[in-house]
């Protein structure tokens, strides 16, 4: 079995290294080595800082709407605002369980 396994990783490896080394041109995925083979280096180097750029933001985006949408998808009874009664309720009945409900104070 070790001898089969050994076997195997060795042909994975070299059909790996022929996928990569027989098609370079498409592995190629910086803007700036791909396009720096022709005339367009400022081209090249304008859509990798605009990439760069625009990335961070989009991932933010993304994050926030998927928290919108998350909470638009609850049902509205689960939505409502709780009063401080309630509020009060749920504290003492996480209180009985030995959950936190209030960060630890700090003594200075």
Same mark, same amino acid.
């Given at each position: 079995?070790?001898?089969?396994?050994?076997?195997?990783?060795?042909?994975?490896?070299?059909?790996?290294?022929?996928?990569?080394?027989?098609?370079?041109?498409?592995? +190629?995925? /910086?803007?700036? /080595?791909?396009?720096?083979?022709?005339?367009? =280096?400022?081209?090249?180097?304008?859509?990798?800082?605009?990439?760069?750029?625009?990335?961070? =933001?989009?991932?933010?985006?993304?994050?926030?709407?998927?928290?919108?949408?998350? =909470?638009?998808?609850?049902?509205?009874?689960?939505?409502?605002?709780?009063?401080?009664?309630?509020?009060?309720?749920?504290?003492?009945?996480?209180?009985?369980?030995?959950?936190?409900?209030?960060?630890?104070? +700090?003594?200075?």
């Amino acid at each position: 079995m070790k001898n089969l396994k050994n076997h195997l990783g060795r042909i994975f490896s070299a059909a790996g290294f022929l996928l990569v080394t027989g098609n370079a041109s498409q592995i +190629w995925a /910086c803007p700036t /080595c791909k396009d720096g083979l022709s005339d367009n =280096y400022i081209a090249a180097y304008a859509f990798s800082i605009v990439f760069m750029m625009v990335i961070p =933001y989009l991932l933010l985006a993304g994050f926030f709407a998927y928290i919108v949408v998350s =909470y638009f998808r609850r049902p509205v009874a689960e939505r409502k605002q709780l009063s401080a009664d309630d509020l009060t309720e749920l504290a003492l009945k996480k209180a009985e369980q030995g959950i936190p409900t209030q960060p630890p104070a +700090w003594d200075s």
